[in-house]
């Protein structure tokens, strides 16, 4: 019988590998999620606060 021998490095890559599928999962899940609820009209689009920044937004120094 043959056994195999798993390195700490290798657990460690397991362990990684792992915790990043679950991460991509979720948060793809997230977005999908997201466009479906868009497309049906259950979400506004403008629930998502956007990063843009308008001139009148910027404070003006006056000096």
């Keep these: 019988m043959s ?7 290798l657990g460690a ?3 990684q590998g792992i915790v ?3 991460a991509v999962v979720v948060l793809f899940s997230k977005s999908v999620m997201y466009k ?3 497309f049906f009209g259950l979400v506004k689009e403008s629930d ?3 990063i843009d ?3 009148n ?3 003006v120094d006056d000096e």
Aim: net charge negative.
């Design 57 to 59: 937004d910027t404070p």
């Design 36 to 38: 479906i609820k868009l």
């Design 3 to 9: 056994l195999l021998y798993f390195d700490v490095g």
């Design 20 to 22: 990043a599928a679950t």
């Design 48 to 50: 998502y606060d956007s």
């Design 13 to 15: 890559m397991i362990v």
């Design 53 to 55: 920044i308008d001139e």
